[in-house]
């Protein structure tokens, strides 16, 4: 049986890039390479640095476009940043 590696949330943008716990989508064992765009200190994972990119622009296109109120957005924006309370 293998072991479980440790979990640990590094904080800080100049923390060793290390597999570790992604806070922002609570999978273990994650290569924790991005800093976070909504905070500017947090690693996260690369898939999550990938969908935090992928949010700002669909809300920069929301926004051009006039797609959603801006009650929509602020509650998209809000529920984005939630991983963070
Ligand atoms: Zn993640």
């Given amino acids: 049986m293998n ?5 640990e949330v590094i904080k800080g943008a100049s923390a060793n890039i290390t597999y570790t716990l992604c806070p922002r989508c ?11 765009r909504r905070d500017n200190k947090t690693m996260i994972c690369t ?6 990119a992928m949010f700002d622009l669909s809300i920069q296109r929301y ?3 006039g ?8 509650d998209m924006k809000r529920v984005e940043r939630a991983w963070l309370d």
């Fill in 26 to 36: 609570g999978e273990e064992d994650m290569y924790v390479d991005c800093l976070s």
């Fill in 67 to 74: 797609q959603k109120t801006e009650k929509e957005i602020e």
């Fill in 63 to 65: 926004t051009r476009l």
């Fill in 3 to 7: 072991e479980e590696p440790s979990a």
């Fill in 47 to 52: 898939q999550c640095g990938t969908m935090e």
